[in-house]
């Protein structure tokens, strides 16, 4: 299972009051095009008629109409399919039901703009939102801003600074936008804000937060500087030191890199993997940790369009979650059990590893994740040692009598350690969020120990770097479980990834991967 659990709608009210998530078509998980303007805002009539309009910028149409599909909870991010091409098409297709016409066809260079537009202003939408606010004549404008003129101005401020675009295509092009897509008084607001930010980006004198005054005081500044929920920000520099938490948030907020594992299951090796890069031309270095893995930051594009991901020679899949596959360990004729398996990354690695000999078992309560992870294993050629069981854990634990030798519990979690990749996802966190979780892991560990042998290893992960989801939850686990004991996981990953108590730990910072976590646990005989 991708092992972030969404377990709210998006929350940003201490921000952002400008969207309504009532207004949501909840059957088909869309926003409703009509809810997107209110008052003044409402489409103009004449769109209905206008079909394709060349004057208007596609990629922030596209970014703009995306934006708003994303906070209202119907969309992420990644605008990539799986065959490489994109999906340029249905995202057209959002704008013209949207904004009532369409603008010329996405091309590569469209589609790189819309990926990093919508993934930056995602991540820095605290911070562009406190500009914004700032130069508003009043907090009133900006709260009763219609969510389209608010990701317009939001997807403009983001271009002149961090982005640095030309200011003038900058302000021209979203001016345009904006009253096409609204009226020309959305326009001229629009211009009105973009030059005065202009004016004061020029003279070095945004109106940022300072540090000072008492630790909530510096805890909202640091929030707003680095774009993250204050919750978050008190969490970290409570565990870590305001130091070490500014670091990881400036991590969460640079663009992502990815690495990909050559399937051997397809006798598909690395060095493969890395001639097809090579003769595709994108940039990629190995992996320091993992014989199957290559890292690339970008060209992402162009090996989905080769189609590598398509044919199972690969996936796409982080370091970190290979490293808890190696404290796994998985030997051929073993019995293995993934307990909250889809998508199905570990689980078709840990396939891989048994050379065609032994067994996955892939629990999962998502029926339509696990029909996913049964076609990708077939793609990868491990179909053979490959099972999926559609079942919620605590009920099938009840019932099972099989034991197995090993049992990985990768549990749903707050993603903490992935929001680098995730941009949405700090907004859709809260801190009472944490203690519903934590209710959660603790009965699914339950639930996985009782599927493991006498003798047999348990090993539970996230992909958090919280330690009220991590150390916390296997301390209260050994007292709950007494026939359980640590197995130090340094004789299966490098040294560097080993705590004091002999669990594996992935610092976003310190290894340039995802942050994740691992307790291997072995069973008394």
Same mark, same amino acid.
């Given at each position: 299972?991708?092992?972030?659990?969404?377990?709210?709608?998006?929350?940003?009210?201490?921000?952002?009051?400008?969207?309504?998530?009532?207004?949501?078509?909840?059957?088909?998980?869309?926003?409703?095009?009509?809810?997107?303007?209110?008052?003044?805002?409402?489409?103009?009539?004449?769109?209905?008629?206008?079909?394709?309009?060349?004057?208007?910028?596609?990629?922030?149409?596209?970014?703009?109409?995306?934006?708003?599909?994303?906070?209202?909870?119907?969309?992420?991010?990644?605008?990539?399919?799986?065959?490489?091409?994109?999906?340029?098409?249905?995202?057209?297709?959002?704008?013209?039901?949207?904004?009532?016409?369409?603008?010329?066809?996405?091309?590569?260079?469209?589609?790189?703009?819309?990926?990093?537009?919508?993934?930056?202003?995602?991540?820095?939408?605290?911070?562009?939102?406190?500009?914004?606010?700032?130069?508003?004549?009043?907090?009133?404008?900006?709260?009763?801003?219609?969510?389209?003129?608010?990701?317009?101005?939001?997807?403009?401020?983001?271009?002149?600074?961090?982005?640095?675009?030309?200011?003038?295509?900058?302000?021209?092009?979203?001016?345009?936008?904006?009253?096409?897509?609204?009226?020309?008084? =959305?326009?001229?607001?629009?211009?009105?804000?973009?030059?005065?930010?202009?004016?004061?980006?020029?003279?070095?004198?945004?109106?940022?937060?300072?540090?000072?005054?008492?630790?909530?005081?510096?805890?909202?500044?640091?929030? %707003?500087?680095?774009?993250?929920?204050?919750?978050?920000?008190?969490?970290?520099?409570?565990?870590?030191?305001?130091?070490?938490?500014?670091?990881?948030?400036?991590?969460?907020?640079?663009?992502?890199?990815?690495?990909?594992?050559?399937?051997?299951?397809?006798?598909?090796?690395?060095?493969?993997?890395?001639?097809?890069?090579?003769?595709?031309?994108?940039?990629?270095?190995?992996?320091?940790?993992?014989?199957?893995?290559?890292?690339?930051?970008?060209?992402?594009?162009?090996?989905?369009?080769?189609?590598?991901?398509?044919?199972?020679?690969?996936?796409?899949?982080?370091?970190?979650?290979?490293?808890?596959?190696?404290?796994?360990?998985?030997?051929?004729?073993?019995?293995?059990?993934?307990?909250?398996?889809?998508?199905?990354?570990? !689980?078709?690695?840990?396939? =891989?590893?048994?050379?065609?000999?032994?067994?996955?078992?892939?629990?999962?309560?998502?029926?339509?994740?696990?029909?996913?992870?049964?076609?990708?294993?077939?793609?990868?050629?491990?179909?053979?040692?490959?099972?999926?069981?559609?079942?919620?854990?605590?009920?099938?634990?009840?019932?099972?009598?099989?034991?197995?030798?090993?049992?990985?519990?990768?549990?749903?979690?707050?993603?903490?350690?992935?929001?680098?990749?995730?941009?949405?996802?700090?907004?859709?966190?809260?801190?009472?969020?944490?203690?519903?979780?934590?209710?959660?892991?603790?009965?699914?560990?339950?639930?996985?120990?009782?599927?493991?042998?006498?003798?047999?290893?348990?090993?539970?992960? %996230?992909?958090?770097?919280?330690?009220?989801?991590?150390?916390?939850?296997?301390?209260?686990?050994?007292?709950?479980?007494?026939?359980?004991?640590?197995?130090?996981?340094?004789?299966?990953?490098?040294?560097?990834?080993? !705590?004091?108590?002999?669990?594996?730990?992935?610092?976003?910072?310190?290894?340039?991967?995802?942050?994740?976590?691992?307790?291997?646990?072995?069973?008394?005989?």
């Amino acid at each position: 299972m991708a092992c972030v659990l969404s377990v709210r709608a998006i929350n940003y009210s201490e921000v952002n009051k400008a969207s309504n998530p009532s207004k949501f078509d909840k059957k088909n998980r869309r926003p409703n095009s009509a809810t997107f303007t209110r008052g003044r805002g409402t489409l103009n009539p004449a769109h209905r008629t206008q079909k394709l309009n060349v004057d208007v910028s596609p990629h922030r149409a596209v970014s703009a109409v995306r934006l708003m599909r994303i906070e209202l909870g119907g969309a992420f991010a990644d605008l990539l399919n799986e065959h490489g091409k994109g999906s340029g098409d249905n995202e057209m297709g959002y704008v013209e039901r949207t904004l009532g016409f369409r603008t010329r066809a996405l091309d590569d260079r469209d589609l790189r703009l819309v990926t990093d537009i919508v993934g930056g202003t995602i991540r820095w939408r605290r911070y562009l939102d406190h500009l914004i606010l700032s130069l508003c004549h009043d907090e009133k404008t900006f709260t009763r801003m219609e969510p389209l003129l608010l990701q317009i101005l939001r997807i403009g401020f983001y271009e002149i600074i961090k982005l640095e675009m030309p200011p003038y295509a900058v302000v021209d092009e979203n001016v345009r936008l904006a009253k096409v897509s609204l009226r020309p008084g =959305a326009g001229n607001m629009v211009n009105g804000i973009l030059r005065k930010l202009l004016v004061l980006k020029e003279d070095n004198s945004l109106p940022l937060p300072r540090l000072e005054g008492d630790d909530r005081s510096q805890a909202r500044a640091l929030a %707003t500087l680095y774009s993250h929920p204050v919750w978050m920000v008190r969490r970290w520099t409570k565990y870590l030191g305001v130091e070490d938490a500014i670091k990881l948030m400036t991590w969460n907020n640079t663009d992502p890199s990815f690495s990909l594992r050559a399937n051997s299951g397809n006798g598909f090796t690395r060095a493969d993997l890395v001639t097809r890069l090579q003769t595709l031309k994108v940039p990629h270095e190995i992996s320091p940790f993992l014989d199957d893995f290559v890292r690339i930051r970008t060209g992402m594009q162009i090996v989905m369009q080769a189609g590598l991901l398509k044919e199972g020679l690969c996936s796409v899949q982080d370091e970190s979650a290979g490293l808890v596959v190696s404290i796994v360990d998985p030997q051929p004729g073993e019995s293995i059990v993934d307990c909250c398996a889809a998508p199905g990354g570990k !689980t078709l690695f840990m396939a =891989a590893r048994l050379s065609g000999q032994g067994s996955v078992s892939a629990i999962d309560i998502n029926k339509g994740r696990l029909r996913i992870l049964r076609e990708a294993a077939k793609l990868q050629k491990v179909d053979n040692v490959v099972t999926t069981v559609h079942a919620d854990l605590r009920t099938f634990a009840d019932h099972n009598q099989v034991k197995s030798d090993k049992v990985l519990l990768d549990a749903p979690c707050s993603g903490l350690g992935v929001l680098s990749k995730r941009a949405d996802l700090r907004w859709n966190r809260r801190w009472e969020d944490m203690e519903q979780l934590k209710e959660l892991q603790d009965g699914l560990l339950d639930a996985a120990s009782r599927l493991v042998k006498p003798g047999g290893v348990l090993v539970y992960s %996230t992909c958090s770097i919280d330690p009220g989801e991590n150390e916390e939850r296997v301390a209260a686990f050994l007292l709950r479980h007494p026939e359980f004991c640590v197995d130090p996981v340094d004789s299966y990953v490098p040294n560097d990834f080993v !705590t004091e108590h002999g669990f594996y730990s992935s610092n976003p910072v310190k290894h340039s991967i995802d942050g994740a976590f691992a307790a291997r646990l072995v069973r008394s005989l």
